[in-house]
Every structure is written in C-alpha cells, then in structure tokens.
C-alpha cells in the first residue's frame, strides 16, 4: 500500500513569523495518517526543520545537479540534508519555464538528491496550449521519462501531475482528466520500473484546496497532492490533509 502524502510548496513566500502555521499544523494534527511534508524557501528550511521536531518532513524547492563548486546562488541536495531537509522538489513548472530547466538537468538534480539521500519530488504538467493541442500525455509522458534518473525507486521518488494551467488560477481539471493522466503515469513508471514503479506515489496539484479535495483524492491513483497557496495556512493545508486521511 502506498502512504499517502500531502506535500505544500511554499514557494517564495514565507518569514520566520511564518513558523507559527507549522505549530498551529502539528497542534491541530498531531497523528495523521498521512505523510506531510512542507517545502519552504531555502531560508526557512533549518528553521521549520527544528520547528518540524519529526512531526512532519521538510523539503528544499531546488537543489543543483552538482554536490559544490562555484555555483553563486545555487544550492546543493546534501546542503538541504545538512539543513534537515529529507525531500526537495524538483523539475516544477516555474523552474521550467522561469529558468529554462529541461528534463535532462531535471534528471541529473534527482540523481544528485539521491545521492544524498533526499526523496525526489518530480514535477511534470503541461500547458494549456498544450492541453488543448491534444498533447498531454505525450508531454508528461516524455517529462516523466526524461526526468526520472534511471535506477529510481518508490522509496526516493514521487512524482506530481501539475497542469501548469491550473497554477494559481482557481481552474481544476476535471475528475476524468485527472484519472486519464494519473494512470496513463502509472502506467509509464510500472512499465519502466515494474514494482518500484507501482510503488511511487502519484500527487496532484494545480488549485487544490478545501473544497474540491475530497473529490479530487477519490480519483484514480491519486495518492495526494502538492499544494501551492493552501498549504501558507494550517486551518487550510489541515483541511485539506483531513480529507486525504479520509480517502
């Protein structure tokens, strides 16, 4: 069986103030069935990992593909791990488009967080040109191959769907367009990695929030989702977990 996993990306945001969303987290759930893992920016990592106590997990949003060197800016996988970062993110559509990220850096980054011994959160999606072409699961499908270092297992891997249309705009996909792409996903990793494959967790994200959770989480492997915005809130980020208990 697969634990589920409600992972929240905090993206750019967030100060040392914001701390008090992860007690108010532990404090409202203190036993859930679920993994949690939150992703703050690089500055709070070592903060929310003492905050954290091993309540929930901490992850970094980036690492780079090289273990040090003069990279001005850049952060290394074993850096996060020294922070107390057990996760990092990898592969997101802002670091796609943002910074021109292809697959192959994507792939060579979760080799380097294997390496030390962070779980690789892979990020694939596509746009809504892309949707509406007609390309979806031929682009997720080669992001998922491309990134995905040989090798990878169920126990260092996740991997989450985030149509890049659905980001921060309040539209969601529908339930089929969900399942058409978590298990078309599914699919791929089985046939690639066999058992490690079924194994990997499959998140969704793109405006998941307290009110289409529920829904969303009954979905064809769906093991849980990577939220944006919701998870800066405990009571919204704990909705949302509440409901990925009950799936």
Request: hydrophobic fraction near 45%; glycine fraction near 10%.
């Amino acid at each position: 069986m697969r634990r589920k996993l409600a992972a929240g990306n905090w993206k750019m945001n967030g100060t040392k103030a914001s701390l008090a969303e992860v007690a108010a987290l532990i404090a409202a759930h203190p036993s859930p069935k679920s993994e949690v893992l939150l992703c703050p920016p690089a500055t709070l990592v070592a903060a929310m990992a003492t905050a954290a106590a091993g309540k929930i997990a901490v992850g970094g949003q980036d690492c780079h593909m090289k273990a040090s060197g003069a990279h001005t800016g850049d952060i290394a996988a074993e850096m996060l791990a020294d922070c107390g970062a057990s996760h990092v993110i990898l592969g997101h559509s802002e670091r796609r488009a943002d910074h021109g990220e292809s697959s192959d850096m994507v792939c060579a980054k979760a080799a380097a967080a294997r390496a030390a011994g962070l779980v690789a959160v892979i990020c694939v999606g596509e746009t809504e040109a892309q949707r509406d072409a007609g390309e979806t699961l031929a682009l997720v499908g080669a992001q998922l191959a491309g990134s995905v270092p040989d090798g990878a297992t169920a126990a260092n891997t996740v991997i989450a769907y985030e149509p890049v249309w659905a980001i921060g705009t309040g539209r969601t996909p529908t339930l089929e367009q969900i399942a058409e792409v978590h298990d078309f996903l599914r699919a791929e990793l089985v046939a690639r990695f066999g058992t490690e494959g079924e194994g990997m967790r499959l998140l969704y994200g793109g405006s998941v929030k307290p009110s289409n959770a529920t829904e969303i989480f009954a979905t064809s492997n769906v093991d849980g989702a990577l939220v944006g915005g919701a998870s800066l809130k405990a009571a919204d980020f704990g909705a949302i977990l509440s409901a990925l208990d009950a799936a």
